[in-house]
């Protein structure tokens, strides 16, 4: 019986013993799926999160109208109404001169006095020359007068006679010209005296006594500088957006740096109606009254337009600014979440705003502190807009930041565990 039993047995434990690992395999197997289940999930539910963490979170604000009327402020060139380098018209030395820098003259006035000795010696000669000439003209015409009385009587050929009426004609240019010359010589001699072509002030004395004086003009040869500064005259380079709004008549109020804290009111006489093809600026000229002397050319001036109100402009905070290859952009926010780059028009520099010109619209949303990395068609997160207290505890601007997407991400994570993998 007991060696029948052994066999049976053997088959019965042989027979569980499959029964187990059929069991164990199934429950490997199992397990095994809902491992890879799980860590397919996780791994779907992680890259879903990391995508959502790279999206970028920005806030957006939206473009300022400038005020109704709004200032220009622009440099100006500063010059003098009239002004005029001094040269001496003949040659000879220095014998003295009368005013020095500073000085105020009178049209006419005596400068300095040149001694021409030559002059005066050419001018003798030409004298000379001139008496010459009157004589020979006198009997030119007295031989002329006999001919013809003998041509009449036909005692001479009418060729002679013909020869001394054109010799006579010829002695009396001869005399012209030389009455010419000492009437040239004559004005040069009063050139020696150097006189003030207008009334002003003595800006510059670049010569002195017994220094050689050459006719004419060349670098470094004037004598004087004199400046009619009764009124100045200001220049100003006005950019193309804004000329159509200035024109002659119009002031403004003109800064200077010796006087801060009294502005001077000039005005637009006149505009040179083109602009400059390579700065696309249009020059105006003001006029200021300076009968008091009290305000010098050459000085910085700094000029406030009052623009009309049909000029009002967009601003934008400085810190929307992208400085690319192709220009000046901004980052706006098109849709919902999608980024749309703007090349813009910059105009005037308010230091915490930037004027815009052209390029931007007053209704687009505009990003502030876009990273570098920002493209055409980049999906975005947008921010609740701050209320303005939150805008003005931000900065003094009103100006916010671009908020980091990855800190909110991660710091939530850091409270919940990570999933496993």
């Keep these: 019986m007991r060696a029948e ?8 434990q042989l027979h569980t013993v499959r029964r187990v690992l059929l069991i164990l395999l199934i429950v490997a197997i199992v397990l ?3 491992g890879v289940t799980y860590r397919l999930v996780a791994r779907a539910h992680l ?3 990391t995508a959502a963490d790279a999206e970028v979170t920005v806030t957006t604000v939206r473009p300022t109208l400038s005020q109704a009327d709004s200032d220009l402020v622009l440099p100006g060139n500063v010059v003098a109404y009239m002004e005029a380098p001094i040269y001496a018209r003949t040659s000879g030395y220095l014998q003295a001169w009368y005013t020095d820098i500073g000085a105020r003259v009178h049209k006419g006035d005596l400068l300095a006095l040149i001694d021409t ?3 005066d010696r050419q001018l003798a000669q030409a004298r000379a020359d001139l008496q010459t000439a ?3 003209s006198h009997l030119a015409q007295t031989t002329n007068v006999r001919w013809q009385g003998l041509l009449a009587r036909q005692a001479v050929s009418k060729q002679d006679a013909d020869e001394k009426a054109g010799d006579a004609q010829a002695k009396v240019a001869a005399e012209a010209s030389a009455g010419q010359n000492v009437q040239r010589l004559q004005d040069l001699e009063g050139f020696r005296r ?3 072509p207008f009334d002003g002030v003595v800006t510059a004395r670049n010569t002195d006594v017994g220094a050689l004086i050459n006719a004419g003009q060349s670098s470094g040869a004037s004598l004087f500088t004199l400046a009619d500064i009764h009124i100045l005259r200001i220049y100003a380079q006005i950019p193309e957006p804004y000329a159509a709004a200035l024109h002659a008549g119009l002031s403004a109020q003109v800064h200077f740096a010796e006087h801060p804290e009294q502005p001077f009111t000039a005005q637009i006489v006149r505009t040179a109606n083109a602009l400059d093809p390579a700065s696309r600026t249009l020059e105006v000229e003001l006029q200021l009254n300076n009968s008091d002397g009290e305000l010098f050319p050459g000085a910085y001036a700094e000029i406030h337009f009052r623009l009309p109100s049909s000029h009002r402009t967009l601003r934008v905070p400085s810190n929307t600014i992208l400085f690319r290859d192709t220009g000046l952009q901004i980052a706006t926010v098109q849709g919902a979440d999608t980024i749309k780059l703007k090349t813009v028009d910059q105009g005037r520099d308010f230091g915490q705003t930037l004027e815009i010109l052209g390029g931007l619209n007053a209704d687009d949303r505009v990003i502030v502190n876009p990273p570098d990395s920002v493209e055409d068609g980049m999906k975005v997160h947008v921010a609740a807009p701050q209320t ?4 003005k505890s931000g900065g003094g601007s009103g100006q916010t930041s671009v908020s980091n997407p990855n800190n909110a991400s991660r710091s939530s994570k850091a409270q919940s565990p990570e999933s496993p993998l």
């Design 5 to 12: 039993e052994d066999p049976r047995s053997r088959q019965q």
């Design 47 to 49: 890259k879903k999160r």
């Design 117 to 119: 000795p030559e002059v």
């Design 32 to 34: 095994a799926i809902v």
């Design 134 to 136: 009157e004589a020979n």
């Design 194 to 196: 150097v006189v003030a």
């Design 388 to 391: 303005a207290k939150d805008q």
